[in-house]
C-alpha cells in the first residue's frame, strides 16, 4: 500500500462527543434456549454455586466487563407473568413460552436474576408485559421488586427471602411492539397510548425511574421512524429512551458489505437522534430523548450459515439449543466495528446490550455439565468495556475507501477514541476492513500529554474463519502487534488485514 493510501486523523481534547455512560457495555438474559439453563443457571454443574448459578460463567461474565442486564426478554417478556418466577420453585408453574415454543419452568426467576446480577457487579434492566398485560400488572411488579415494605407486594418479597428491596433502576416498556411477531402486537397509536400510561403510573410511585419507550425493531420495518414519531407524540415527556434493536450476517458471500455494517448503525442512530429532535421540536420541548441500543450484534439467521450450529428440535421442550451461532475472526471484527459505531455516538446512545449473554448469540458458550469458554466476540467488548470509559473524542479519519455492494463507497478505517478522565490516557479501537491489504495510520495528538504506546492489542488471524471450539477454545486471542509507535506527538502503526485493534496510549 502506498504512502498516499496512509489513514490519517487528528486527536484533540478541545473536540469531544461526549462522556461514556457505563451501561454502554450492557448485555441481555432472555428466557431464549440455553442462555438461562444451562448457561448462567445449571444447579449440579461441578462449578455451581449454593443458588445454582456456574461460577464458571460468572467469572467470564465479569471478566467480559458487562454493566446494565436487561431481562427477562426480549419477545419472551410479552407473555410473561412475573408472578409465575417468584416465592418457592417447588409451587412455580410451567408455562407454554409462545414466543419461542418453549416450556418455561419458572426455576430461574427475579430473585435469581437479581443475585446474579450483584453477583457479577451489574445492574439490573427489567422490561414489563405490554403484550398480554398493562398498567397494573407493571405497578404490581415495580411495588414488588423496589418497595421497601409494609404493603402487600413488598411483604410478599421479604417472605419469599429478599427483605431489601432489588432496587431496580431502568424500565423497558414492553418489547419490539411493532413487530407482527410479538405476542400482542400493537400500532403505533395503541401502544403509545399505553406506554404513555404505564409510564406516568410508574412514576407516581417513583418520580425518578428511568424509562426506556419501544423504537421500531429494525431500520427496515415499514413503519420505522412514523412509529418512533406516533409515540413520542405519546410519551415524550413520560420516557427517557427510545430503544433501537440491529443484528447483522453476512449474506450471499458479500462479505465486503459485511465489513461495512457498522455504516448502517450509525445511519439508524442518526436518523432516530434526528426523529426524536424533530417530535420535541414539535412539541416545544426541552427534554432530550436518548437512545437504549438494547439489542445488537451479529446473528447468523440462515440455518445453512457455518455459524449456525442449531440441532433439530421439537416444539415445547425445555431450553432447546436456539440460535448458538459459533463466531469467526470476521464475525468478531463486525462486531468491535459495531461498538466503535456506539461510542462514536455517545452523546446519545447512553444504554446498549449485547444479545445476548451466554449461549445465544453470545460471547460466551458453556456445555451443560462441561465447560464455558470465549468466543471470538469476547475480546473486543472485554477490551471496549475496560478502556472505553471516559470521554469520546471526536475522530474524523481521512480513510483510503473501497466498494461495497450494500453501502457505496465506505473507509477501510473505522474508528473512535476514548481518553481516561483521570489518568489522561487514550486508548483508540480501529477496525481494518481490508481483507487483503494492512492499512498504515498516522494519528496526530494535539492537547494530550502522551509519550508512549502502552501496548497495541490484535484480534486478526491467517485463517478469518477460525473460530473457538469445546475442542479448541483458545484457538483465537488477541496478540501483540509489532512497530507500533508515537514520536513527536504523531502515532504511527500498522493495522493488519481484517483486524479489530486496541492501541492504549499514556
Known sequence: MSAQQTARFTLDPAFAVSEVDPRLFGSFVEHLGR?????????????????????????????????????????????????????PKEDRPRRLDLAWRSTETNQFGLSEFIDFVRKVGGTPMMAVNLGTRGVAEALELQEYANHPGGTALSDLRAAHGDKDPFDIRLWCLGNEMDGPWQTGHKTAEEYGRLAAETARAMRQIDPDVELVACGSSNSSMDTFAAWEATVLEHAYELVDHVSLHAYYEE????????????????????????????VGAKLKSEKRINLSFDEWNVWYMNPEAPAHTDPPREDWAEAPRLLENHYSVVDAVVFGSLLIALLRHADRVKVACLAQLVNVIAPILAEPGGPAWRQTTFFPFAAASRYGRGTVLDVRPDSPTYETKQFGTVDLLHTTAVRNDETGEVTIFAVNRSQTEALPLEAVLHGLDLTRVVEHSVLSDADPEARNTLDDPERVAPHAATGTALADGTLKATLEPLSWNVIRLA
Open 251 to 278: 449474506r450471499d458471500g458479500d462479505r465486503d458489505s459485511f465489513l461495512a455494517s457498522a455504516v448502517d448503525t450509525e445511519s439508524f442512530i442518526e436518523k432516530i437522534v434526528a426523529t426524536c429532535d424533530h
Open 35 to 87: 442462555c438461562v439453563y444451562t448457561g448462567i443457571y445449571e444447579p449440579g454443574h461441578p462449578a455451581a454455586d449454593a443458588a445454582g448459578l456456574r461460577t464458571d460463567v460468572l467469572d467470564l461474565v465479569r471478566e467480559l466487563g458487562v454493566t446494565a442486564l436487561r431481562y427477562p426478554g426480549g419477545n419472551f417478556v410479552s407473555g410473561y407473568k412475573w408472578e409465575d418466577s417468584v416465592g
